[in-house]
């Protein structure tokens, strides 16, 4: 297994346009994970599902955004009509045990502009 | 609202000097772990704590769990300027099943 894998690494997208990023996590881990990341903060918790599942999603995060894990393995994270606020490193992370900790991908940098 | 807050945001050191960086919280967590990222790149686990009052070592790194489970420390002996990262803990309370980031202390060892 290759670890988390998130494409694309980057994006630039026009203020209104949607976005999508993908994220495929180890397979033996039933839990996915998305943060977001600004500069000068620590990851900020979007979203959470165990196995396809969204069980958890952050009061934070708007309509606009919506997250999915069909058949409980890749993910896929729409941002629709991206706003300049939308700019950040979005991170996915997958676990088997909570306690045993997160795997990350390398992110992907959004650019609004 | 669980809340980690990390000190100091910021430090910049000299190759071989010692430092610590905290960890601090007024929620009790089941575990706490501690990430190094590099810029451009997603967080790295270093170690996991989850018994108040633990201790582990991981070469020249050194982790503490307070014994109350409510803080942790990261001491580094004799820093490298391959250690240069923000170093991020996160705390998982119990019933949730999710970690908590703190805003991270962004540690820069010049050679």
């Known amino acids: 297994d290759t670890g988390v894998s998130q494409n694309p690494r980057h994006k630039i997208t026009k203020r209104g346009q949607n976005v999508t990023f993908r994220c495929d996590p180890i397979?033996?881990?039933?839990?996915l994970y998305w943060y977001r990341q600004t500069l000068g903060q620590g990851p900020e918790f979007l979203t959470y599902?165990?196995?396809?599942?969204?069980?958890?999603k952050s009061r934070l995060l708007s309509d606009r955004f919506s997250a999915e894990r069909p058949k409980g393995s890749f993910s896929t994270l729409e941002i629709q009509r991206t706003e300049q606020g939308d700019s950040a490193m979005y991170l996915c992370?997958?676990?088997?045990?909570?306690?045993?900790?997160?795997?990350f991908g390398s992110g992907t940098r959004l650019t609004v502009v | 609202t669980q809340l980690l807050e990390q000190s100091p945001q910021f430090l910049s050191i000299q190759e071989g000097e010692n430092l610590t960086v905290y960890c601090n919280s007024s929620?009790?967590?089941?575990?706490l772990q501690w990430y190094r990222q590099e810029p451009g790149e997603g967080p790295v686990l270093l170690v996991t704590?989850?018994?108040?009052?633990e201790v582990k070592k991981l070469k020249r790194l050194t982790f503490q769990f307070g014994d109350a489970r409510k803080d942790s420390s990261l001491h580094i002996t004799a820093a490298q300027p391959g250690d240069t990262g923000l170093y991020l803990c996160?705390?998982?309370?119990?019933?949730?099943?999710?970690?908590?980031f703190g805003k991270g202390t962004m540690l820069l060892v010049s050679p």
């Open positions: 599902f165990q196995n396809e599942a969204q069980l958890e």
């Open positions: 397979s033996e881990h039933n839990r």
């Open positions: 929620s009790v967590f089941s575990s």
């Open positions: 704590v989850v018994t108040g009052g």
């Open positions: 996160a705390g998982a309370e119990s019933g949730y099943s999710t970690l908590t």
């Open positions: 992370a997958s676990s088997g045990l909570l306690r045993e900790g997160y795997t």
